[in-house]
């Protein structure tokens, strides 16, 4: 079975603009989480996503969204780009909603953004 | 209360025995899971404690004792492959039933 494909892989952007980014989960799955990681910070939550809507919400700006279509795949956008966004963005994809401990993600290899 | 503490750095030789700690704060509690992440890969999944005691996934264990808020990750016959980050994590209770991972111990292995 295919792994949870992210895409683009990198990007470099400049401050001020917005990107979007793709996720296509492991098929079959429906639970669709995103992390930021940075050498500073680690792995933060951003959302999740279930059955196209959105679970919960980590302690970002809105400028950070997203969203997941019918067919489970998920894009996440991060409008009005600051120097501190760029970090490794990381899909995980889960058959069930992060209720349970047990719930293993499975993560993507991630985009790398570069905000210059 | 949704922070976990790691050690950030370990270093051990190829062959040996090495326990990654990981202590959290108690606000509602649903397992604690482990993580490895090789430099430029994503994470992956070890293992997962829902109760107390040990478990065992050929060289990596993984234990929790709940009333200490405490867990390990050990790995042993320490091969130079296994040098990598290693994220505890938990599920919470309540509302926002988000993963939250420990900032991570790097491990290096060497010959």
């Known amino acids: 079975k295919a792994g949870v494909t992210q895409t683009p892989r990198y990007l470099i952007k400049t401050r001020g603009q917005q990107v979007t980014l793709s996720c296509s989960p492991i098929s079959g799955h429906r639970s669709v989480s995103w992390y930021q990681q940075t050498p500073g910070q680690g792995l933060q939550f951003l959302f999740e996503?279930?059955?196209?809507?959105?679970?919960n919400k980590g302690n970002f700006p809105g400028r950070f969204s997203g969203r997941q279509f019918s067919n489970s795949r998920s894009e996440m956008n991060v409008s009005t780009l600051e120097l501190g966004d760029s970090a490794l963005y990381l899909c995980?994809?889960?058959?069930?909603?992060?209720?349970?401990?047990?719930?293993?993600?499975?993560f993507g290899a991630g985009s790398r953004l570069t905000v210059l | 209360g949704q922070s976990l503490e790691q050690p950030s750095e370990v270093t051990a030789v190829e062959g040996a025995i090495v326990q990654i700690n990981c202590t959290y704060q108690t606000s509602g509690f649903y397992g604690l899971s482990w993580y490895q992440q090789h430099d430029g890969g994503a994470p992956t999944f070890l293992s997962y404690?829902?109760?107390?005691g040990l478990e065992e996934t050929g060289r990596f264990s993984s234990f929790l004792s709940r009333s200490d808020s405490y867990g390990y990750l050990l790995l042993q016959e320490l091969q130079m492959k296994d040098s990598a980050s290693y994220f505890c994590?938990?599920?919470?209770?309540?509302?926002?039933?988000?993963?939250?991972f420990g900032s991570g111990t790097q491990l290096t292995v060497l010959p």
């Open positions: 996503y279930f059955s196209e809507t959105q679970r």
């Open positions: 404690n829902a109760l107390d």
């Open positions: 995980a994809s889960s058959e069930r909603p992060g209720s349970s401990g047990a719930n293993v993600l499975t």
């Open positions: 994590a938990r599920f919470s209770s309540g509302s926002a039933r988000q993963l939250t």
